[in-house]
């Protein structure tokens, strides 16, 4: 037992799950690192002892879809400030996009080199938690293949591109950039919606004056997203390059990439919290209530949520991502009548992830909790190369939740610590409370409260 002679801490009487099991452990840890997972390790050995009995341990949730807003002179924690969301949340890594609107300036936006450079800069000492860079690729920016070399070198290793708005890359070049971002060894992850069918069902909806907000989901309906998904998998598999399908929102939708998965493709594809709860009679209530709900792909009928559990159950869709946008209803949000067309697209989640998926898929029996685990920690681990996140295992960092299943809330925006104003789950009862968090080793979450640090939380070099 050398090695546990000197222990910082140990989280004590929890069950410990993994992807693949869940049993009775105490977890040591050593530093940043895990160093033994086993029953009645010796409580006298560490520094300080977590009690976690009759309560779950977790590794730490990664997040590998949002787009958290950077730091600016105006706004000077805005970045912090979402990080310390995603740790009360039991997040302790995610990712992050820097489209245009999150922050970049117009000189940065020209250039993949340039977006990647000043966002690492920008973001630098400002997190609570882990945190890495997907960098967008977009049809303004010059060249960016060229670039893709020196984004690998600073540990940016996923890559996404859109297939429709005015930053949307067409299909030949994304066809292209499938080919040169496998041949540089990243992932490129895509927005998948048909550019033509989109661009034909706002028109529609607008020449027929259905301009409220209800009419942003009837203007993108599935067989705009199928469509999109279906043309991006084609353009897969003649690359013969891996694709990442980001917000798989419906049924038909996910059939297309169960299809190409049976094929032998090599695709990965993700769903998200809110189509997992929330459905389209969401746009039936009054428009100042229903814009909230303006996010792309949108809300769709509840035939789709049951769907999208049963592919998350039977490894058709591979993790869950909250495409976290922390628009306030009083800023970026603002609603004054405008047709949905012009509404800010997107919805806060870096908060809410684990408690919706725990109470909604795990609670229900809809997925294991070990499932779960995988989802929500080993396999994004694995896919955006956090090696050495990701599972509570010997030899991985101590990214730590001991949550509790017996507690249960209901989510309020006012409980919550994001920088949007709302959030989508209003009123919606959870099952499950997250009790401590602990990020490489240190405690950032003790009891329910922050205690961890701006800065702590580190620039992840990734490699695929
Ligand atoms: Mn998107
Ligand atoms: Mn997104």
């Known amino acids: 037992m050398d090695r546990l002679t000197r222990l910082d801490v140990l989280v004590r009487g929890g069950t410990v799950v993994t992807a693949a099991e869940s049993r009775q452990a105490d977890v040591a840890v050593s530093g940043e690192t895990i160093v033994a997972v086993e029953a009645g390790l010796p409580a006298e050995a560490a520094q300080r002892v977590i009690d976690a009995s009759g309560m779950l341990v977790l590794p730490g949730v990664i997040d590998g879809h949002t787009h958290t807003r950077i730091a600016s002179d105006a706004e000077p924690d805005r970045f912090f400030q979402d990080s310390v969301a995603a740790a009360f949340g039991g997040t302790t890594t995610f990712l992050a996009f820097n489209n245009p609107g999150t922050g970049l300036s117009e000189d940065a936006q020209r250039s993949l080199r340039g977006g990647v450079g000043e966002w690492l800069a920008r973001t630098a000492g400002d997190s609570a938690v882990d945190y890495g860079l997907s960098a967008v690729i977009t049809a303004q920016q010059e060249d960016a293949a060229a670039d893709l070399a020196a984004a690998l070198e600073t540990g940016v290793a996923t890559f996404k591109a859109f297939m429709v708005y ?15 971002v496998a041949k ?36 993108r309906p599935p067989s705009v997203e199928a469509a999109g998904t279906r043309r991006a998998l084609a353009l897969s598999a003649e690359a013969g390059a891996p694709l990442y399908v980001v917000h798989l929102s419906s049924a038909a939708a996910l059939a297309a990439v169960r299809e190409a998965k049976a094929a032998g493709q090599v695709i990965f594809a993700e769903t998200c919290p809110h ?36 592919g998350l159950a039977d490894g ?25 067309d012009v509404i800010s697209n997107g919805a806060p989640g870096i908060e809410t992830l684990l ?3 725990y109470s909604e898929g795990v609670s229900t029996g809809r997925i294991t909790v070990e499932r779960m685990v995988d989802l929500l920690a080993t396999t994004p681990a694995r896919l955006f190369g956090l090696r050495r996140k990701g599972a509570v295992e010997v030899g991985r960092e101590a990214d730590l939740v001991v949550f509790d299943t017996r507690a249960g809330r209901t989510i309020r ?10 959030t989508p789950y209003e009123g919606w009862p959870v099952s499950g409370a997250v009790r401590h968090v602990l990020l490489r080793g240190r405690e950032v979450i003790r009891n329910g409260l922050f ?11 990734r490699r695929l």
Not at 167 to 175: I, P, R, S, Y
Not at 289 to 306: H, Q
């Open 316 to 340: 058709s869709l591979d993790l869950v991502a909250t495409d976290h946008v922390p628009d306030r209803l009083g800023v970026e949000k603002r609603y004054s009548g405008q047709s949905f």
């Open 166 to 180: 005015d930053f949307g890359v067409d299909e030949t070049a994304l066809g292209r950039l499938l080919r040169r």
């Open 184 to 219: 540089a060894g990243g992932l490129l992850q895509v927005h998948c919606e048909d550019r033509a069918g989109l661009s034909a069902g706002i028109s529609g909806e607008l020449a027929a004056g259905r301009t409220a907000p209800r009419f942003h989901a009837d203007s």
């Open 355 to 357: 408690s919706m998926v």
């Open 451 to 461: 205690v961890g640090l701006r800065g702590f939380g580190r620039y992840q070099e």
């Open 275 to 310: 189509y997992l709860a929330l459905d389209a009679a969401r746009y039936d209530l009054p428009d100042v209530e229903a814009m909230r709900y303006v996010i792309s792909p949108p809300l769709r009928e509840r035939s789709n949520v049951d769907a999208l559990w049963d």
């Open 413 to 422: 925006a006012r409980d919550l610590h994001h920088t949007s104003d709302y």
